[in-house]
């Protein structure tokens, strides 16, 4: 990789730019680990004076996962700088309902509050747009109104397949999945203090105290039938997270991350 860059380097005589998207997901694989490390040396050599500069963007849409790319010395950019990117605003909506092409004009003011209601994603706005221009009983008055239900449904969708997955959980995986909620950076997985906190997450669920059976190789598996679910993510080196925030706050909302922490 280093000889390749060089080359590439010396030939455009210009700093060469990698950008990464959804970089997080390379330290869930020892080959994805080495390529890091692969990659920090190419930096290294095409930084020298021999050559013209590497730079290398880094960019996911989760920030904790993303974070463990630098924040242990185990890892190739360990202390690089992370910069948090701003959500989309109004000025994103405002382009959206410019461009949008509907037979009726839609308030930006009103969509972007839809927007942040529905978690700021863009891909809900666009297929909610879609259904409509494919209704043709549609009376163009009643478009606004519809594409606030569209985008409302879609999103409470989401959210209740997710809850429905988190139901059916069994006690020990609804125990792990909200203590590392509550725990966030902090989570430890195996240690005493938390092996105590699932005990006390299954007793808040209702299990009788003479049931609470919290051992390392439960964890362990509740841990596997977390990832198999697509609830936790992990690293490499073992290192645990919850896959995406929306997990933590429908747990919030419910109640389940009280005296967890």
Not at 2 to 14: G, I, N, Q
Not at 162 to 189: C, E, F, W
Not at 191 to 220: C, F, N, R, S, W
Request: net charge negative; with cysteine; proline share 4%.
């Amino acid at each position: 990789m280093t000889t390749a860059l060089a080359a590439l380097s010396d030939e455009s005589k210009k700093i060469i730019v990698l950008m990464i998207d959804e970089a997080q997901h390379a330290i869930t694989t020892d080959e994805g680990v080495a390529a890091l490390f692969a990659l920090k040396a190419a930096r290294d050599e095409l930084n020298s004076s021999k050559h013209h500069g590497l730079r290398i963007v880094c960019t996911g849409s989760n920030r904790d996962k993303l974070a463990m790319l630098r924040n242990s010395k185990d890892q190739a950019f360990f202390g690089a700088s992370m910069v948090q990117f701003p959500t989309l605003d109004q000025n994103f909506i405002n382009w959206f309902c410019a461009n949008i092409d509907l037979a009726y004009p839609l308030d930006p003011s009103n969509v972007f509050e839809l927007f942040k209601e529905s978690g700021y994603r863009p891909e809900l706005l666009g297929a909610a747009a879609d259904e409509i221009r494919f209704d043709f009983a549609l009376d163009p008055v009643t478009i606004p109104e519809r594409f606030a239900t569209l985008v409302r449904a879609q999103a409470d969708e989401l959210n209740a397949n997710l809850k429905k997955v988190i139901h059916s959980l069994t006690p020990i995986q609804s125990a792990v999945i909200r203590v590392m909620s509550a725990k966030g950076d902090n989570y430890a997985p195996f240690e005493a203090p938390t092996m105590e906190l699932y005990a006390k997450a299954m007793e808040q669920a209702g299990i009788a105290e003479h049931d609470i059976k919290v051992e390392v190789p439960g964890v362990q598996q509740a841990l596997i039938a977390l990832q198999e679910k697509k609830l936790v993510w992990k690293a490499s080196r073992g290192v645990y997270a919850v896959d995406e925030h929306v997990i933590v706050d429908l747990l919030g909302e419910a109640g389940l991350l009280e005296g967890l922490s």
